[in-house]
């Protein structure tokens, strides 16, 4: 089955710069990935999704790129902000497989 | 806006004992999922359900594990006999159409700690 990998596992950075998460998957038939956030307490929440169809995507100051070709992807955070705060989760689908592969997520800190 | 809500919060229960953890998911969706995390790890897939029967399920969902939805709203799992093992936080998730469409909603989640 879909093998998801995640790094870093934790990340910290100032307030107003960038962070970068990166994931790889293992299944060549996987053709959706979504990003998740989860803050404490809550359950996990859509902030940003690619498909294999789709290099780079991006939404204010979120993007996500995709290489097919080497199985990994990234989500891409500017001007981080105190509320970026959180736990965030790649995760993939394949094909018509009715379910998301997590990976291991990472605890994002946004230091003033 | 629509929401997957769950409950009860959290559940402590001895091991042994039976337990269910109710959902109810958004209104149109047809697709519905149980996703377990356990404390610090990832969200772990458990069964999917889609036109009244389970479409997929883990390793994890063993036979101690049942997925029921006995009226038009709720969507239920039931453990029966719980283990220490079992202790995590359980979410509910639904979605309109297949998983790769668009955003999978999940609810809260049940926190069952098992003693």
């Known amino acids: 089955g879909e093998n998801v990998e995640q790094h870093p596992s934790t990340l910290s950075v100032q307030e107003g710069d960038s962070a970068v998460i990166k994931c790889t998957y293992s299944d060549s038939a996987s053709n959706y990935f979504p990003w998740y956030k989860q803050e404490l307490g809550k359950g996990p929440q859509l902030i940003i999704d690619i498909r294999s169809n789709v290099g780079e995507k991006k939404d204010q100051r979120i993007a996500v790129t995709l290489n097919k070709t080497a199985k990994h992807f990234s989500l891409h955070i500017t001007e981080t902000q105190p509320e970026d705060s959180a736990v965030y989760f790649c995760?993939?689908?394949?094909?018509?497989?009715?379910?998301?592969?997590f990976g291991t997520g990472t605890r994002l800190q946004v230091t003033l | 806006e629509p929401e997957v809500t769950q409950t009860p919060s959290h559940q402590v229960t001895q091991m042994g004992q039976e337990v269910i953890l109710r959902c109810v998911p958004i209104s149109n969706h047809l697709y519905f999922y149980w996703y377990r995390q356990i404390l610090g790890q990832k969200v772990e897939f458990l069964v999917s359900?889609?036109?009244?029967?389970?479409?997929?399920k883990s390793e994890i969902f063993d036979d101690q594990f049942s997925v029921e939805r006995p009226d038009g709203s709720n969507f239920t799992l039931k453990i029966r006999s719980t283990k220490l093992e079992d202790s995590a936080m359980y979410f509910c998730a639904s979605i309109y159409a297949s998983p790769n469409t668009g955003e999978l909603f999940f609810g809260e989640g049940s926190r069952l700690t098992v003693l």
């Open positions: 359900f889609y036109n009244n029967e389970i479409s997929e």
């Open positions: 995760a993939a689908v394949t094909g018509t497989a009715s379910k998301l592969t």
